[in-house]
């Protein structure tokens, strides 16, 4: 079965198709709600976010011009209202919220046990990424994101996407290694 | 390994999350995959990448969905929101993408690559009718009364080849800016069947018309159609 394109979607809901708007609803919010929640890290502010994210899709699909992929198109107006509302955000609060983010390093029952489980390690690690290394290895790994999309959607040009991602990817090494797993690398 | 090698192997390292995630093209990919299976050094890392691979998915799917107010609010906006009063342009950029959306890529990819060869057969009849009907001379702009090209009805129609490098972007714009639909196609050498007015053009008008068309950076090839 054929399943109509997002570019088609796009089409008719600038011509006000409110079905359309509800297939690609349905297509795309999980994944671009985990992207912002990501960032954000606050259920009830994804939800705020992604509902205005598409209502900015309703509104401006007639100007997409179809030069990267709609998902593309997406969390790239995502990813600016994420941060727009990080910055909205105060500083005191903001640093309330990045020193709960950060883990005590001592051996708590839950590192003992990640330690145990190379894989719960790994994602306990992921968590404890900056917010820029974050993003990429989401956007590369989950989102399925070429270099060039990762680079229309960040603003950044294509190398530094590479060595961003190579960046994140040595932090998560380095972050193992405090949870005495040694990757052999970097 | 020299400054050359180095710099090839680091350029490969870089490359291996999108290896793993599959989002590489066909020539990068064939580039990692010959480096891992002559270092296995860069293939014990690469199964490194592929376990932050697989943590990421389950980390994000972890994640869960958001709730159902979150549509219920958007739809109570939607409906809110004016009305959409879909320009021109709007409508026929949409018809254009739906259009091409509807081709599969592999009839999309045929039509650009039997173009070249189509396209001399194609060249091949209608200069023959050219010749006949303008007794030799030289012209830009083309008639036939071919099968293919017969024009059924009102309105006044032409057959058009896009240029293989026109984008999407570009050929909107092309028929936005002088008013065309595409009726169908894409049929033998690319060619697609586009409405130039929706009335019938005197015969002059309307090569005058083709004629003005074939200017454009999108047009490879232009022919009206003719009863």
Known sequence: MQTTSDDVLIGRIAGGDRLAMQVLFARHHVRVYRFVLRLVRNEAAAEDLISEVFLDVWRQAAKFEGRSAVSTWILSMARFKALSSLRRRTEEALDDETAGTIEDTDDDPETALAKKDKGAALRQCLERLSAEHREIVDLVYYHEKSVAEVSSIVGIPEATVKTRMFYARKKLSELLKEQGIDRGWP | ?227
Do not use: C
């Open chain 2, 1 to 227: 390994m020299n400054a050359a090698d180095r710099n090839e192997a680091t350029d490969i390292e870089l490359l291996l999350p999108w290896h793993a995630a599959g989002t590489l093209s066909a020539r990068d990919a064939q580039r990692v995959e010959a480096a891992l299976a002559d270092d296995p050094e860069l293939a014990r890392r690469y199964e490194a990448v592929r376990d932050e691979l697989g943590q990421t998915i389950e980390l994000n799917e972890s994640l869960g969905a958001p709730s159902a107010r979150v549509m219920a609010d958007l739809f109570a906006k939607i409906g809110a929101e004016p009305a959409h009063r879909p320009a021109l342009s709007v409508t026929l950029g949409a018809r254009v993408r739906e259009f091409f959306a509807s081709r599969s890529p592999r009839t999309l990819a045929w039509s650009a690559s039997a173009a070249a060869l189509a396209i001399v057969l194609q060249a091949g009849i209608i200069a023959g009718v050219l010749l006949k009907e303008h007794g030799g001379s030289r012209t830009e702009t083309f008639e036939t009364a071919s099968a293919l090209m017969t024009a059924p009805g009102n309105g006044s129609y032409a057959m058009v080849r896009f240029q293989p490098q026109a984008n999407i972007g570009d050929i909107t714009q092309f028929l936005e800016a002088n008013k065309l639909s595409i009726i169908g196609g894409p049929v033998a050498g690319g060619l697609y069947r586009v409405m130039v007015a929706d009335t019938k053009l005197q015969r002059n008008a309307l090569v005058d018309r083709i004629k003005k068309l074939q200017q454009d950076k999108v047009v490879g090839f232009i022919a009206a159609q003719t009863e």
